[in-house]
């Protein structure tokens, strides 16, 4: 999936519009497990600056990011891996001079939730909503759908 706000990403999750279907076996998807893969653009972000109720984690496949994290700024390196505790604030912004690719792996339990601060140091990288909000669909109003489509990069970075 592409987005010009937000990168390319393949995602994996139990639900959404890249679950395929099979009739004798139901969705094929992952119940307790969300995994995206996801390729910044320097000066991009992948998302909005937010918190989940569940945990997540990353790990730094290639290239440079910074991680936007309870108000803090960090840089991100190829084979770095950093955990989120459930109710963490972040968010990832590619850096560097090529794109970054980050997997990303969160836990999908019944009920999760995610909330959308507003956050000084997410508006200033474009990752940040205008007013909190509990609500994915409120959060990305501003911005296009996410759409079927290759990455517009012609190779992956390096993970030197």
Known sequence: MTNESFGARCTFERSGPLVRRLPELGPLGFPQVGVNLSLLAPGRPSGLYHAETAQEDLLVLAGECLLLVEGEKRRLRAWDFVHFPP????????????????????????????????????????????????????????????EPGRPACDRLPRAD
């Open 87 to 146: 109710g963490t604030n972040h968010a990832l912004v590619g850096a560097g001079e090529a794109p970054c690719l980050v997997l990303m792996v969160g836990a999908r339990p019944e009920g999760r939730g995610i909330h959308y601060p507003v956050a000084e140091v997410a508006q200033r990288h474009g990752a940040s909503v205008e007013q909190a909000t509990d609500s994915p669909h409120e959060a990305y109003a501003p911005f296009r759908h996410w």
